[in-house]
């Protein structure tokens, strides 16, 4: 079961394509300038079951990826990694957001472990407001990293996405 502030289909914002969010509730970060402020409290949202949130995915037929956000994503890992083995089982590219990094991530307790194993690209860090800038694809602030999990877990240390589509490249 999740705890979501909601969700948004069609959105062009949270990764290429067109793309699904899944918005946790709740967020242990509260950074300065967050533009999630209303999903910080872990109290109200939305309580759904994972089938539920994949149903509502798999009903916009352009959607080929699906974005974490939040709130904090990995402050709900069990449920989000068991929505993100449904997504992967069909066919969907899993992306999420984080105030933690990947180093604290593949550190961090068993169900951080378990989600950041399951998603395929990690948008990290805490959002800096001092570090904003508006000309970053994907990212609120310059500290924040995009990051290639499978080729990461791999080489056991942050292989970031530098080019591509996932840096705005077509």
Known sequence: MLNLAGLVGDSIVDGPGIRMTVFGQGCPHRCKGCHNANTWSFEGGTRMEEQEVL???MSNPLAKGVTFSGGEP???AAGFARLADLLKDNGYEVASYSGY???ELYHGTKEQQDLLRRIDVLIDGRYEEDKRSLTLVYRGSTNQRIVDVK????KGEVVEIKSGRWCGEY
């Open 55 to 57: 149903r509502i995915i």
């Open 74 to 76: 990995f402050a709900q």
């Open 101 to 103: 990094t990947f180093e």
């Open 151 to 154: 080729r990461s877990l791999e």
